[in-house]
């Protein structure tokens, strides 16, 4: 279950619930980013992203919870298989970064590998295209630190 704002960070508020169900009321819940009357780029309950993005605090949650929601894909696409530590994290990484949907359209054998515990297979998936060309990945092309890391982090599974 996702964090609530509350209790990642304690914040208390001295008005009433009805003041602030009123606020929502008046501002309405937007959950994807739009443009407000004033021109402003908005989310939530009227977040100014323009003037005001977003603290510190905020980008934590949200990274926790879309942390929790990779994880939780990544168990998906084992189908509850159990899996060393480092290879799960790898599965999270990827669903984290492509999207469950990206990593099981993009990476059949990848997982495929990861489901026979062949890791270094998998890792070279990450890296390689398929033979004969054994040229870099698109992965490794846009992001070479970052795959070079997931593959190794791998092949210590």
């Known amino acids: 279950m996702p964090l609530t704002i509350s209790e990642l960070s304690g914040l208390t508020l001295s008005l009433p619930d009805a003041a602030l169900q009123r606020l929502r009321d008046h501002e309405g819940l937007r959950l994807k ?25 905020e980008a ?3 990274f ?13 696409l084992l189908d509850d298989d159990p899996l060393p530590p480092q290879a799960l994290e790898v599965l999270a990484h990827l669903c984290f970064w492509l999207g469950s949907a990206g990593v099981e359209l993009g990476f059949p054998k990848f997982l495929a590998a990861l489901r026979e515990w062949r890791f270094a297979d998998a890792a070279d998936e990450l890296l390689f295209r398929a033979p004969p060309q054994r ?14 890391e997931l593959a190794a982090i791998l092949r210590e599974a």
């Open 33 to 57: 980013p739009y443009v407000c009357p004033a021109g402003r780029l908005t989310i939530g309950y009227g977040r100014n992203l323009d003037d005001g993005g977003i603290t510190e605090d």
């Open 60 to 62: 934590e949650f949200l």
């Open 64 to 76: 926790r919870n879309d942390v929790q929601r990779a994880e939780e894909a990544a168990v998906r």
């Open 135 to 148: 040229q870099k990945s698109k992965l490794h092309k846009q992001a070479p630190r970052r795959a070079n």
